[in-house]
């Protein structure tokens, strides 16, 4: 999301085109609305080498293009409601903002200031959510009468969340306990959500983008929430996105880029959700599978079915790191790298997972 010509659609289309082969997601949606890319993944090349595999799938992820949002939104203005509410469906946020001057592209407030833009979403957001825990507060203290102690409790927590909102302070980045947090993933508040911040920038400036004054704005802003930004040229991002093999390695290179900013959006954005990636591998297929790190093997496996986690029986486990030094699961297993691991396992990032299941 981000403010009208700040260059989401723009960095949209880059999504679209640079867009991962859909047939081989049949969860993913079918929406205009929505882009999805594949998550970068060195690990996938080597395997493919060990396995030669019929195919090769990488993780992917959900873009959704969040366009409209306006000063006002919060109060319905500019079909202002609806896009919140599409906001309030993602799990995290990739606020887009205008680090480019371009006497040809109007801003709507007349100048180019990243950090008052950044501003003028949060207050919609703060405003949003404000609305959503003050009808909150009148249904608790209803619920109260009942003499049900809990709704105490809940009153509390939202009258202390509504000071925050009225400081202009999102939820997000407070200390909260785990009881709180779960109350607080209930209300579905959109300053609750975790946020990346694109800077986008002109393409002459790509390069030494961390040295643009504006960057280092956003950059500063970001730091007070905890949140990461990324520098990227959405109209650079359009034309790599156009290129494959060598000749974008070469645009890359001419750029002063190491890899597409899209890559790093990505990157940054599963890092951002807590996600993680394990692996099954085979003749048929490598695939990537994401999980949010923490997951035990039973709900590991039922990423790929849920009789897989239904009938779960154990998991055959070696790392990736052990794979490939081995060089073949048969050399892993001789040398005692493969290991039988059961229903408490927590998965780890780039395991090589094997689940053994009653049907
Ligand atoms: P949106 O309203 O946020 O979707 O913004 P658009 O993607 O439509 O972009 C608004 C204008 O800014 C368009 O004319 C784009 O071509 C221009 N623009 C977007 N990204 C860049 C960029 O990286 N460099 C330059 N020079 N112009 C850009």
């Known amino acids: 999301m981000g403010l009208p ?38 690990r996938l090349v080597r395997l493919a080498e060990l396995f030669h595999p019929g195919r090769v799938v990488p993780a992917v992820f959900e873009f959704v293009d969040i366009a409209g949002l306006v000063k006002g939104a919060s109060h319905g203005e500019g079909l202002g409601n609806q896009f919140l ?66 709704y105490d409790w809940e009153l509390a927590l939202l009258e202390r969340i509504q000071r925050l909102l009225e400081e202009g302070k999102g939820v997000r980045g407070q200390a909260w306990s785990e009881e709180e947090s ?44 905890g949140a990461e930004v990324i520098p990227v040229s959405a109209r650079l991002e359009a034309e790599i996105a156009e290129l494959e093999g ?59 079915h849920s009789d897989f986690e239904r009938g779960f029986i154990r998991a055959e486990v070696v790392s990736y790191e052990d794979l490939v030094r081995a060089g073949s699961t048969v050399a892993a297993r001789e040398q005692g790298l493969l290991r039988l691991e059961g229903k408490d396992y927590v998965v780890q990032d780039g395991d090589v997972m094997h689940f053994r299941f009653n049907v």
């Open 5 to 42: 010509n700040v260059g989401k659609s723009t960095l949209f289309n880059a999504i679209t085109r640079a867009g991962a082969e859909t047939a081989n997601y049949p969860f993913c949606t079918i929406d205009p609305n929505v882009g999805v890319v594949q998550v970068p993944d060195e």
């Open 85 to 150: 509410s599409h906001i309030r469906e993602v799990d995290a946020i990739v606020h887009v903002v205008r680090c480019f001057e371009d006497p040809d592209i109007t801003h709507v407030a007349g100048r180019v200031s990243p950090v008052d833009d950044i501003e003028t979403i949060n207050v919609e957001l703060n405003l949003a959510d404000l609305e959503t825990v003050e009808r909150r507060i009148e249904k608790t203290r209803r619920l109260r009468k009942s003499g049900d102690k809990r």
């Open 182 to 225: 779960k109350f607080l993933s209930d209300l579905h508040l959109l300053t609750a959500k975790p946020v990346l911040y694109v800077a986008n920038v002109h393409e002459r400036d790509v390069a030494t983008a961390w040295e643009h004054p504006m960057v280092q704005e956003v950059r500063r802003r970001a730091r007070v929430e």
């Open 246 to 304: 060598e000749d974008r390695d070469l645009f890359l290179a001419e750029a002063g880029l190491q890899e597409s900013g899209l890559d790093r959006i990505t990157r940054a954005a599963y890092k951002l959700l807590g996600l993680i990636t394990y692996f099954t591998a085979g003749e048929k297929e490598v695939k990537a599978w994401t999980i949010v790190k923490g997951t035990k093997a039973p709900q590991a496996a039922g990423v790929i």
